[in-house]
Every structure is written in C-alpha cells, then in structure tokens.
C-alpha cells in the first residue's frame, strides 16, 4: 500500500511540475548521475590505522564520545557499506592518507606508498565505488603549528615528501579505477597568537607548493583547500582563501571550498560563479558549520540548498565535484553518514526541479515581482513525493525507514564493539 501512494503522489508531482516547465523524470535522471565524495573519516573520529598514539592535534577535532565507533579497517568498511546501502545511487569514498592498510607495520608519512592502499583500491573495486585522496599533515609529531609552510627545513621537507606520495598515491588509485582520483591538499599552519611573518611563512608555503606540484600525473586531479582559522590557530592562517585562489588560478589547480572554512555570514554559494570563471573544476566539501568550522551534520538548511541551486543555475554540475566533511562523535555515526548524504541529495534534487526556464524569462524581461513570487511558490511545489519515488527506485529506505534499520545495525554490531 505505502509504494501505491508514493507511486501516485509522484504522479501528481510529476503534473504539478509539469506546469511550471519542469521535466521530473530528467531531473532524477540527473541526480542518479551525481556522486557523492563520502568522507571516510565520519566512521572513527579522523583516528586512522597509523601504529601511533595520540589525539587529534593541527586544527582538527572530533566533539562527543558515543559508543560504537569503528576500530580498525575491518569494521570502517562494514559501517561505510551500511550506510551506503540506505544512501540512494553510487558514490565515492573519500580518503585521508593515514587510512592506509599498513598490516600492523609503523609506516612513517614520508614513507607511505601506493601498496599500502591497495586493498582499498581493491574493496572498492569489488563495491562499486570510486576512490578520492587526501594528504594528512595534522596528529603528528612533526606537525606542530607550521607543516608545508615550516622554516625548518627537515620539517618542511618532511611534508613535502609526504604530500609528493599523496600525489603519487592517488595516480594510482585512479589508474586503477580508470578515473581521475581527486587529492586534496589541506594543512593546518597558522598561528594562534599575532605574528609579524605573513609573508615569510606564505613564500614558504608558495614554495613547497612548487615543489609538490612539479611532476604532472594524468590519473588525479589536485585540488588545495584553504580556511579561517584552527583551533589553537585562530589568528594566522597561512593558507588562506587569497592565498590559495592566487595559488590554484595561476597553477590551474582545483579550488575546495569547505562550507564550515568561512565567517558565518559569508555565503560559498556565492563564490561558485565566480571561481568558474577563472578554474576549471571546483571541489566541495560539505559540513553545518555552529558559529565555527564545528562539522555538524550537513542538513537541508539554506546554506546547503543555495549551494546546490547554485550549482545547478551555472550549469556547473559537471564542474562541481561535491564531497562531505564533518564528523560527528556525538550521535550514531552510521546516522550520520545517512541524515548527511541524504541531506545533500535532497537539495540538489530541489534544485533539479526549480522552474529555472521561466526564472530566467522573468529575470530576462526585468519582471522582478514575478521572479520572486515564483521562487516562493516552488519552495511548496511538491518535490518531497520526487525524493520518495527516487529512493524507491533506487531500492533504499523511503522516508524516516532508515532510523529503525540503524537501531538495528547498532543493536547487532556497533553496541557489541
């Protein structure tokens, strides 16, 4: 009876759209289309499989303590297939270089290799999904304050290697895969009180950029990501939002914008038009930031909703790759994973179905009334019987479904870890 009704309640969607000159089933088509880059690191806290001790340090930290998290690389990936199975269409998996399969061995960073991946490569492989990459400069010893922009040499020169076999690492996972893995560059250095450096410690950084970046790989796209502030680091960030767009735009390098890495009233979706002028591609990751760079749950809030608007009005979704980056301790990781990636696809399915044809009629012929009375009346339009009949397609849990099957998965397996 409950597929009867999403059945007809998307038949009367499909004509209420229909008269505002919106194709609903091109709109799912698209959005089966779209992947998700889904962070590993939403599983265990941002811990990792590294043979070291220590907490999180360099600007990251993971709030709350909530029983069940994934201990090794065994239970991550069983938690990551959970969640994926009530997430609807294929996705990436997003991971940082400290993931790595090191079989108990104490791997340094600037020593890591391709081989320590390739059990990765090769469960994703066999699960349908596509690998990203990200280098790893925080909870180290040698991180400290400073990693790629460091005046000590050996330092430096320690991250810059690390980050060369990040590079070299991610060629391979997309050779493998025979698509483009997308590595991230973001490192932590700054300063928590004034400093009279700025320049020294960005020629620095400018520099050991270069030197990352001198071999040119075919299998991987770079991207670089930039921030405000981190915690213990909240009154100089080397890399900034300047430096890095100054950066990728004359090095034809991948912008990132982190929805959490920006003052709270400065809107990202507003960047997304201007940077396609000037960079081919854009890499997003996707968090609620609270008043700071905090990585709630992304939720279809505002925020989110005019980013994924945005990215649709420009025609961009081709250019846009869209990643995920919070991790929540303080709630059931698996639904966190869920309410997230289901969040995110949400808003980009209403921005799929906005009648974006007569908007810009009305925008066209400087009918500004009509453009803003229809903005208001799409929000109503009935896009929620859409989302239903997309993850009835897509054979995943419709609706508040998925909560009792995560109850279930953390009765039987997360409560017993």
């Known amino acids: 009876?409950?597929?009867?009704?999403?059945?007809?309640?998307?038949?009367?969607?499909?004509?209420?759209?229909?008269?505002?000159?919106?194709?609903?089933?091109?709109?799912?088509?698209?959005?089966?289309?779209?992947?998700?880059?889904?962070?590993?690191?939403?599983?265990?806290?941002?811990?990792?499989?590294?043979?070291?001790?220590?907490?999180?340090?360099?600007?990251?930290?993971?709030?709350?303590?909530?029983?069940?998290?994934?201990?090794?690389?065994?239970?991550?990936?069983?938690?990551?297939?959970?969640?994926?199975?009530?997430?609807?269409g294929k996705h990436r998996l997003n991971l940082h270089a400290i993931y790595g399969d090191f079989e108990g061995e104490k791997v340094d960073r600037d020593q890591i290799e391709p081989k320590h991946f390739r059990t990765w490569m090769e469960w994703a492989k066999e699960n349908e999904m596509k690998l990203d990459f990200n280098s790893s400069s925080f909870s180290h010893p040698l991180s400290g304050s400073l990693s790629l922009s460091n005046p000590d040499e050996n330092i430096r020169q320690f991250w810059i290697e690390h980050t060369k076999r990040c590079r070299n690492i991610a060629n391979e996972m997309g050779k493998f895969q025979d698509d483009p893995c997308i590595m991230n560059l973001w490192v932590h250095d700054g300063s928590k009180d004034q400093t009279v450096c700025r320049m020294k410690y960005r020629e620095l950084l400018k520099d050991s950029l270069d030197q990352i970046y001198a071999v040119d790989y075919k299998d991987m796209?770079?991207?670089?990501?930039?921030?405000?502030?981190?915690?213990?680091?909240?009154?100089?960030?080397?890399?900034?939002?300047?430096?890095?767009?100054?950066?990728?735009?004359?090095?034809?390098?991948?912008?990132?914008?982190d929805t959490g890495h920006f003052h709270p009233t400065e809107s990202v979706a507003d960047k997304i038009s201007s940077l396609l002028l000037y960079t081919s591609e854009i890499m997003l990751h996707v968090s609620r930031p609270i008043r700071w760079d905090s990585d709630h749950v992304t939720i279809m809030n505002d925020d989110t909703l005019e980013l994924a608007k945005e990215i649709v009005r420009c025609d961009a979704l081709d250019r846009v790759h869209i990643g995920l980056d919070y991790f929540d301790a303080s709630i059931n990781r698996i639904g966190a994973y869920v309410v997230g990636s289901r969040a995110t696809q949400k808003c980009l399915m209403q921005a799929l179905l906005e009648p974006l044809a007569k908007l810009r009629e009305y925008e066209a012929n400087d009918q500004l009334f009509e453009r803003l009375a229809l903005l208001e009346e799409s929000k109503s339009l009935p896009w929620n019987a859409v989302w239903d009949m997309f993850c009835l397609k897509n054979n995943v849990p419709v609706g508040n479904e998925f909560i009792t099957e995560i109850e279930k998965y953390e009765a039987e397996v997360t409560s017993k870890r």
């Open 1 to 88: 009876m409950k597929e009867e009704l999403i059945k007809k309640a998307y038949e009367i969607a499909v004509e209420r759209y229909a008269a505002v000159g919106v194709d609903v089933e091109k709109a799912m088509e698209r959005l089966q289309q779209i992947q998700l880059s889904l962070h590993c690191w939403q599983a265990d806290d941002v811990s990792g499989f590294e043979c070291a001790d220590g907490e999180l340090s360099g600007g990251i930290q993971a709030t709350g303590n909530y029983p069940g998290k994934a201990r090794n690389m065994e239970e991550l990936r069983q938690d990551i297939l959970k969640a994926t199975s009530m997430i609807p």
């Open 221 to 257: 796209k770079d991207c670089i990501e930039s921030k405000v502030f981190g915690i213990g680091l909240e009154s100089y960030t080397v890399g900034s939002n300047d430096f890095y767009i100054g950066y990728g735009v004359s090095r034809n390098k991948i912008i990132t914008l």
